[in-house]
């Protein structure tokens, strides 16, 4: 009965405030914990919460190895997740147009996420050194593009190369948002070059004669942005588009401790000559012809047990895409995990047998390739549901959830939550709070406390 009296009274309550757009009231779980800590006040006992699981990076060999272990020993922060794609994005590159797998070539982009000061900077740069010490430069290409013509006018002279585009969220922006019809056209542009690297880039028509046609183009992009940068370059459209479905996305750590680095190391001479072995590997054989120019290829084969595996994981990535909705934001990347998957296995192989006359996929490539794909379509799920919204409400849900979520146990006054969210109108705050209680993403605690009681906000996710 008593119950029953308060929801009445309650609901007549809120009914009238909320139609003059005034505050009006939450029901609130008192709960009296025990386990007081010195200060008397509860502990909250929710239940076992689901512990993050944190995606793990495989452990590279050969020279992918090497150059990780390089970029990481010249850090101020060490950042192993931007290493480890640096150095993905130098093989890469390297072995542009000379290897191919199951009908796909060695080129990637590769997006590098992290807020400012968090060491992002430091494997780009070492990459251009590691190049520029190797005497391999001509293969830097640019560092932004500020037109469809940049992009494309001077791939028949550089058809392989590595384009180093730091602070990327203004060109992910331009490319996905577009603004004028060759900025738009860049994200198609980019997108058929990707495509393009096992078979002919037909470039654009001008005034003055045919640009940019270029035969089995290899454009690699290392580019890095701040998770700001890329919720205001990125939307679910632009995935859906299938551009941004074409990039590895790398997720650095926050918060890391820097350290001097009082000398910086080199290369050694034997890590130079494997850049170089790389860089001046020449097929033996013409396998392709394209526009009736015969093309030197080696085309890698896989070992028995390297296909058996590459079959397990083939369907169960196709299961993953098969039981996805087909409004599943996630459903332009999940489509491409397996090429990708092909690309990373291929460029490990290479990487291991660098010095083998017969480079050949084998198990260990195909364990390495799939569990960097697992780690990257982790961190995508995440980095959408961080940084990537369809509109201004889903982002602003989302910045109030994580200011609660990063609380922990301890939850968040509500006074404290109306202060750090100064930028929102009282009636939209308190819409997305109602909708995060009712969804159980949050919780209402009265804590108990030796003094004055205060009331919390707590983000739950419970094992049920």
Known sequence: NALMLYTNCLQSFNTKRFASSQSYEVPVIPRIEGDKGEDGEGKLKGG????????????????????????????????????????????????????????????????????????????????????????????????????????????????????????????????????????????????????????????????????????????????????????????????????????????????KKARRVEKAISLTPKEIDHLNLLAGYSPNEKTDVIAGIPQNVTKLEATEKAHKLLQQYFEELDSLRIASDADNKLLPIISRLYQQMLKIAMIHAISRQILIKDIVVDVEDVLFANQTVRYYYQVIQEVIGESIFDNQYESNRNKLLSLISATGEEGLPKKTLSQKSRHLKKRERDEIIEDLLESGEIELIALKRKTTNRTVYVYRSLEE
């Open 48 to 255: 076992k919460r689901l512990k993050k699981s944190n995606p793990v990076l495989p452990k590279p060999e050969g020279v992918l190895g090497a150059i990780m272990r390089y970029i990481l020993r010249n850090s101020y922060i060490e950042q192993p997740s931007f290493a480890f794609s640096a150095a993905l994005s130098l093989v890469a590159t390297l072995c542009g147009r000379k290897f191919e797998f199951e009908g796909v070539a060695p080129n990637l982009y590769i997006l590098n996420v992290a807020p400012s000061g968090s060491g992002k900077n430091a494997p780009q740069e070492k990459i251009k050194e590691a190049l520029i010490e190797s005497k391999l430069d001509y293969l830097l290409g640019a560092g932004d593009y500020v037109s469809d013509a940049s992009l494309m006018d001077t791939l028949p002279e550089s058809p392989v190369r590595l384009d180093i585009v730091d602070e990327a969220g203004g060109l992910l922006a331009t490319v996905n948002k577009g603004g004028s019809p060759y900025n738009t056209k860049m994200a198609d542009i980019l997108a058929e070059l990707y495509t393009s690297s096992t078979s002919i880039f037909l470039g654009r028509q001008t005034a003055v004669g045919h640009k940019g046609r270029s035969i089995r183009p290899n454009v690699n992009l290392l580019c890095s942005t701040t998770p700001r940068g890329l919720s205001e370059g990125v939307s679910t459209t632009s995935i859906e588009k299938g551009l941004m479905g074409r990039f590895l996305i790398f997720k650095g750590e926050y918060n």
